[in-house]
T-cell receptor, first 114, second 114 residues
Framework: DAMVIQNPRYQVTQFGKPVTLSCSQTLNHNVMYWYQQKSSQAPKLLFHYYDKDFNNEADTPDNFQSRRPNTSFCFLDIRSPGLGDAAMYLC?????????????FGPGTRLTVL | AQTVTQSQPEMSVQEAETVTLSCTYD???????LFWYKQPPSRQMILVIRQEAYKQQNATENRFSVNFQKAAKSFSLKISDSQLGDTAMYFCAFMPYNNNDMRFGAGTRLTVKP
């Protein structure tokens, strides 16, 4: 029944070592999002794809990149993780039918930076 | 820019009682969506209830209902007959009708006590 799947659930990386988080969905939704959620804070939108169109939030650091090779998969690449990038990373999907629609979230990947 | 404010960082309620979580928002948009999401400890975020701004009728979902006051830009969540499983972080969120940029409030941590 899994709809939005994130792998791995826990990721440990070293300061400055590139890391990739993955998200897949079985809902065939055309919009996919990446959020960063630090401890006890609200999720913050990093970017989203509307089909293949990439939309970056103005304050998302260049250190964060994303790829969406097909409808089902989306990746978050952190090129040089810093200690401040330790957080939960949430993937979400939605379908757009005229207006926006409900976002469905994955379980998240908790990133630790040593 | 849209902002969402949740003025209650933490709340508690006795099992079977009713609790209301507050949310206000600021926007110049006329058409938008409002959401309440629930994030249980170490579990994924799920939608509790949503409201379209053009609908005057308040949304309800079983024990969950909202009091949407468009003029006051207020969107509170009422949980009736609280259950232990309602213990979670609750996020209020705003999304304009014509884009995917969802903004979350800081969250309210709700504890249901037996």
């Amino acid at each position: 029944d899994a709809m939005v799947i994130q792998n791995p659930r826990y990721q440990v990386t070293q300061f400055g070592k590139p890391v990739t988080l993955s998200c897949s969905q079985t809902l065939n939704h055309n919009v996919m999002y990446w959020y960063q959620q630090k401890s006890s804070q609200a999720p913050k939108l990093l970017f989203h794809y509307y089909d293949k169109d990439f939309n970056n939030e103005a304050d998302t650091p260049d250190n964060f990149q994303s790829r969406r090779p097909n409808t089902s998969f989306c990746f978050l690449d952190i090129r040089s993780p810093g200690l401040g990038d330790a957080a939960m990373y949430l993937c979400a999907t939605s379908t757009r039918t005229g207006g926006t629609d409900t976002q469905y979230f994955g379980p998240g990947t908790r990133l630790t930076v040593l | 820019a849209q902002t969402v404010t949740q003025s209650q960082p933490e709340m508690s309620v006795q099992e079977a009682e009713t609790v209301t979580l507050s949310c206000t928002y600021d926007t110049s948009e006329n058409n938008y969506y409002l959401f309440w999401y629930k994030q249980p400890p170490s579990r994924q975020m799920i939608l509790v209830i949503r409201q379209e701004a053009y609908k005057q009728q308040n949304a309800t979902e079983n024990r969950f209902s909202v009091n949407f006051q468009k003029a006051a830009k207020s969107f509170s969540l009422k949980i009736s007959d609280s259950q232990l499983g309602d213990t979670a972080m609750y996020f209020c969120a705003f999304m304009p009708y014509n884009n995917n940029d969802m903004r979350f409030g800081a969250g309210t941590r709700l504890t249901v006590k037996p």
